[in-house]
């Protein structure tokens, strides 16, 4: 199975921006398409945007606009750029590949907005 560590989170004020990263093990990182997910408290795990092998990119509305994924293959580390971060946004961030099911998930990067 590909490791996935998740790193860049942090606590921020509203309006505020983070760039989280997530470095993948292996060989194939670059022939799959990637996602970020967020599971706030209490709430299920939520897709918030996915990026192809090719760059096509994929964004929930709620983030559409603010945040931005991209990846490097060179280094098998996907990233999710986030600006404008609202209280809402609040949440642990994991990465994973999309039509991988069974990769196991990483420990995630704790997102926290304050207004």
């Known amino acids: 199975q590909v490791q996935l560590v998740e790193s860049g989170g942090g606590l921020v004020q509203a309006g505020g921006s983070l760039r989280l990263s997530c470095a993948a093990s292996?060989?194939?990182?670059?022939?799959?398409?990637m996602a970020w997910y967020r599971q706030a408290p209490g709430n299920q795990r939520e897709l918030v945007a996915s990026?192809?092998?090719?760059?096509?990119?994929n964004y929930a509305d709620s983030v559409k606009g603010r945040f931005t994924i991209s990846r490097d293959n060179a280094k098998n580390t996907l990233y999710l750029q986030m600006k404008s971060l609202q209280p809402e946004d609040t949440g642990v961030y994991y990465c994973?590949?999309?039509?991988?099911?069974?990769?196991?998930w990483g420990q995630g990067t704790q997102v926290t907005v304050s207004s």
């Open positions: 994973n590949f999309v039509n991988r099911p069974q990769n196991p």
């Open positions: 292996g060989r194939s990182f670059a022939l799959n398409s």
């Open positions: 990026i192809s092998s090719v760059g096509s990119t």
